[in-house]
């Protein structure tokens, strides 16, 4: 039998560690949360999806719709984790809040493109979110970790507000100032979390030819003062 979840989030309890981890998302722009701290097990999920069984509809603000969910603990599961995340981004930014999640599954044939172009360009985001990325599987460079340069993303704030329409075209988003040694791979096991600030320069890794595959799910947290027109 299929259920279908809808499921409204609202703010939860803090939790020992979630200043901990706001702290270090505050001062350099990520902070990766070891599997042991996370509430749920990425296993059962992984298994739904990878049988097609598991899918997101809508982006309504606040709301995450789960369709054909054949267990009610994937949806148990993906609440723990949402909640966890929005407790630590609170202590960054009391006002936070949902604004959608998806399933990315990653091969070497679905992030094939130019190294020369965004993502995989050391950037900042147009839109500043506050993001959480719960691994499914072990990440490592050969299946495309995250890179990061680690610093205050309040430092680049005022270059976010001064992007006008073109700055894709012209680049003004890419650090090309940054060597690539400063970027940091972002690689943990299965069940970790990496919460970060898309102010943070950061950009795409490549998955390598053959069996390789990132799985993840991805939570986006808006800011309303954030947000430019």
Known sequence: MDYVVVMVFNKRGSMPEVDHYGKQVSEQGFTVVPRESVPADPLSLLRLVEAGQVRFDGQRPGVLEISKVKT??????LLAVHGFALDVF???????QFSKAWIQTSTAETVAGSVNTVPFLPHLDYQRYLKAMWYLVDISE?????????????????RRQALTPGYKERGDNVFTHRPDSDFVPIEAPAGSLLCFDTNVPHHAGRVIEGEAKRVVVRFDFAVERWFLG
């Open 72 to 77: 009610l603990g994937a949806s148990d599961a």
């Open 90 to 96: 609170r202590t960054i930014e009391p006002t936070a």
């Open 142 to 158: 050969s299946n495309g970790a995250m890179r990061v340069a680690g610093e205050r993303p309040e430092g680049n704030e005022l």
